[in-house]
């Protein structure tokens, strides 16, 4: 990835003219079947432009309540957009259609927002990785069509959710009018966040990236790195999955241990049975040279990645059953 990042060519990206993001933007575009992609600077990027595009100021996004886009973008809806949410409950960050449908608001009522996207999260990341059922993107999407609704998906992780679910990268694109991916995360480039779509989405969507300070110029350097992730990094998806299960396994056995929630991706969160050591625990990871996440009460996360490899999960397999909790 590094000889590919310093051998790439750039150019200005702000005038379309870098050829290494051009072929990015291309080579990701083809890969999901759709028109066009864009470059960002970050997930939260691309998925508050795509917001933007979509959703006119006072309209309404409704989406899972442990969303990222609602949660964790710092009010982007409200600040980016002028625009409220609906939040929905739902297992493991995932929603259905039979959620949505009563919280569509009566266009001819002007008490009401005008519901103007639905938005999506696969994997979801405060469901543990959880991935969703096909059939039931296909179900929201239908219902989509039938009301004129655009649907997004924050696509974070969506590799990690494609090497498992067996679907059509196509196939699963087309249920969409826009996507965001990211490169950084698992995929393990060092920056940058794809948004795809409709060619007269991205149109918009470019113009909104500039507003938004988002305009890059000689950025094929880091972009390299993310075409480099796209064509060999998404397979080995599937050794970050087992890794993760076999944290989970390693994590049931301890009787400090309520539960796990159920590892589909990379992910792996674990619920203690005394919320108050989770401080605690984190810290004594800390010390071996661990760095889990604290997420939400008596809640830590482990996430798997490129750079954790098999003799690393060994040896957080020996911290957790040395651990004197
Ligand atoms: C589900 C999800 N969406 C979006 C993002 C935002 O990505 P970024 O950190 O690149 O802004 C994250 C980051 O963790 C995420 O987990």
Known sequence: MMDAMFSAPVGDDVFAEDPTINELQEYTADLFGMEAALYCSSGTQTNQIAINVHVQPGGEVITHKESHVYKYEGGGI????????RLLDGNRGRISVEQIAPWMNNPDDVHYPL??????EDTSNRGGGAIYDFNEIKKIRAFCLERGLPLHLDGARLMNAMVENGVDMKEYASQFDSISLCLSKGLGAPVGSLL????DFIKKAHRVRKVFGGGMRQAGIIAAGGLFALK????RLREDHAHARALESAFNEMDWVDNVMGVDTNIVVVVLKNHDLRDSIISKFNDAGMTPMPFGPGMIRFVTHLDI?????????????????
């Open 78 to 85: 409200a600040r980016n957009s002028g625009a409220s949410v």
């Open 115 to 120: 519901t103007q996207l639905i938005s999506l």
């Open 196 to 199: 795809i779509g409709k060619k």
């Open 232 to 235: 060999n990094n998404v397979e």
């Open 309 to 325: 490899s098999k003799s690393d999960i060994d040896q957080t397999i020996e911290c957790i059953r040395s651990l004197n909790v």
